[in-house]
């Protein structure tokens, strides 16, 4: 996969306050990348500068070839944005937004009437498209928002909170929107996020930032085991018996740092991934596996350990 | 000018469907009719007798309240448009949102000043064209070459005075922090510009040049003086301005209605339209420096301006 997006040491200062502190970031062609972090992270800033918007203070950045500062109107055409407050016409209906926003992207009339409709269809606004969006709810202003960011097929997507202040039902719709479009349209995705489910959901990998800084870049499960290397592993196991015997012989087994038992259920914490050995004691001992999962920690529980402070 | 018409294209029909312009727009067109229709039925009762020597019948009773109804009504029109241009945009984030699709910033604000700028001219027109046809109708007569020629330069100049307006609250947009912050900023304004500008001058006026006692003649020194220092301070008001541009074309004054007649002398002959706008270029030239300073602020700092 070639990248993207790549930035360079960017840096964004609002007088004294630095939002953005010598950000250096990769981003490779077809991946859903999140960005997260508590508020105030700088998170928004980075995707601004990195969609044209806002000019950095220093540094720079290439994205899908042109050079966000020199020229941010190229970027912008092939690139899509959904901003954490989201707003169009009111006044207007979802399809006369949609084709406000295609002319100014200088899609032929000829295109616009199938693309507008294909892209409604998509985030399931067929039904409502000659509705004044001031009648919209929350979560279909959200879904428009998607629409017309994707409006001039872009090559990349910048996703800045998608799911904001939408209900759960909503919440759900939009990721999983997300999900099926970055296939369907072979997009790059970039989003930012607090919500840590959401990121762990959708994301192939991840940039965490704090105070400005870009600390961490990886997979899930990279960073988990990164940030968190003494955390360790749970595999949560279920059998049809167990005696003392077996379970002393479990706990007995080395890497294995503590087992809670619960009827015949057990969750042994370990220093890594023991289900080989384990079965292997269990099917001697002669009783029989129902069923044997990791649970993987969860990032939350990682990074308040890491940062001790809130994120939700 | 990426997206500059599209923009604007957008705004005009925004503006044409909006209800603050059609319900203010509708207002003046009313005030404008009821004006004309009282100018044609006074100058029935009354005759030749109220008008200036040698001012045209067609123009006075065309004009009697008319201008007074632009420079109050028209200008509140222009403030409609304008008040929250940018601003609106910027509180509900659609900006933002504007923003992100390949355009300039400046075909933003251009195309907001072209389309409202449409919709002032044509708001002036229709209903200035609207009080022609209702004194055509009933008084029957039709208006001469040089009529017709001062009535359209009466067109020109609502036009300009309101699009000034607009360039003005448009500025209040951009720089205010929010909508309501800017509406207020636009009506103090024009309030200064339309009334309290004749409490001020009169003031200044006042301790600048006392009146004194007795009995005021044409003739006394501090009158003559005073009645300069008001004119001047007046001059500061594009609303004052228009008065006097409007009043100028249509005939229906000699300079800002000051006419001193010598005893046994004849009137003088009265100016042509050319010699009317001559006479009125500082004041046309108030109203236009106003608009563009506005303007040209505006455009630069919305181009400066963070978007968050």
Known sequence: MSTIIEANNLTKKYGEFTAVDNLSLEVREGEIFGLLGPNGAGKTTTIMMLAGLIDPTSGNAIVAGFDVTREPRKVKAVTGYLHDRFACYDNLTARQNLDFYAQLNDIPKSKRAKRIDSLLEAVGLSRWKDVKVGKFSRGMKQRLGIAQALINEPKIVFLDEPTAGLDPQGTREVRMLIKRLCREEELTVVVTSHILPEVEQLCSRIGIMKDGKLIAVDTFENLVKRLAPEEGIFIRLELNKLDDKLLRSIEDMPGIRSVDRDGNELMIHADHDLREKLAAAIAEAGSLILTMHIVQPRLEEVFLKVYGRGWI | ?308
Request: charged fraction near 10%; hydrophobic fraction near 50%; glycine fraction near 8%.
């Open chain 2, 1 to 308: 000018m990426a997206g500059m018409w599209t923009i604007a294209k957008k705004e005009i029909i925004d503006h044409l469907t909006s209800v603050r312009f059609i319900i203010i727009f509708a207002v003046l067109v009313i005030l404008i009719l009821c004006s004309a229709y009282e100018g044609v039925q006074q100058y029935f009762k009354e005759g030749s007798r109220m008008l200036i020597p040698g001012q045209s019948a067609f123009l006075a009773v065309f004009t009697w309240g008319i201008t007074e109804k632009i420079a109050v009504v028209g200008s509140l029109l222009g403030i409609a448009i304008g008040f929250a241009a940018i601003s609106q945009e910027r509180d509900s984030g659609s900006l933002i949102t504007l923003l992100t699709h390949p355009v300039f910033r400046d075909s933003v604000i251009n195309g907001k000043l072209m389309a409202g700028a449409c919709a002032l001219i044509f708001a002036s027109f229709t209903a200035i064209a609207l009080a022609l046809t209702t004194v055509i109708t009933l008084t029957g007569v039709a208006p001469t070459g040089d009529e017709t020629a001062r009535l359209l330069t009466f067109m020109g100049i609502s036009g300009l005075y309101m699009i000034m307006w607009l360039g003005v609250s448009m500025f209040f947009s951009v720089v205010m922090r929010d909508t309501t912050s800017s509406l207020l900023a636009s009506i103090i304004t024009w309030l200064i510009s339309t009334n309290l500008i004749y409490s001020i001058a009169s003031l200044i006026a006042s301790i600048v040049a006392p009146l004194g006692g007795g009995i005021i003649t044409p003739h006394r020194i501090g009158w003559k003086r005073h009645f300069e220092v008001f004119r001047a301070i007046t001059r500061f008001s594009p609303t004052c301005c228009y008065r006097d541009v409007a009043q100028s074309v249509l005939g229906s004054s000699f300079r800002g209605g000051l006419i001193i007649v010598e005893p046994g002398k004849p009137m003088p002959a009265p100016p042509s339209l050319l010699e009317c706008l001559s006479q009125s270029w500082p004041e046309i030239t108030v109203i236009v420096v106003v608009l563009v300073v506005s303007f040209a602020a505006s455009y630069l700092l919305f181009m400066r301006q963070e978007i968050r």
